[in-house]
């Protein structure tokens, strides 16, 4: 839903991964403001495998990170929002 929403979502992510790079990350995710929903990130797909990662996510210990990464700090920012209001 989300490429059907943001047409430019390649772009967004080929800049996400130019800035992983340059930060000498991971990864790099970008998070709607309102819902806290990922809308891309860089590297390999939200959904991939561990075969599908790219050189820097495994060199980085992707394999080790939750596949949920994402929810759960969805989660927590939005708990945090709603503490502070």
């Known amino acids: 839903m989300i490429h059907t929403l943001?047409?430019?979502?390649?772009l967004i992510t080929t800049h996400l991964t130019y800035l992983r790079d340059l930060c000498l990350a991971v990864e790099v995710a970008v998070f709607e403001a309102e819902t806290f929903l990922i809308i891309a990130k860089s590297g390999s797909p939200l959904d991939a495998d561990s075969s599908d990662?790219?050189?820097?996510?495994v060199k980085g210990g992707m394999r080790a990170l939750d596949r949920k990464r994402f929810e759960k700090i969805s989660?927590?920012?939005?708990?945090?929002?709603?503490t502070c209001q």
Do not use: M, Q, S, W
């Open 53 to 57: 990662l790219d050189a820097r996510e």
């Open 6 to 10: 943001v047409p430019n979502i390649n």
């Open 75 to 82: 989660d927590t920012i939005k708990g945090f929002r709603k």
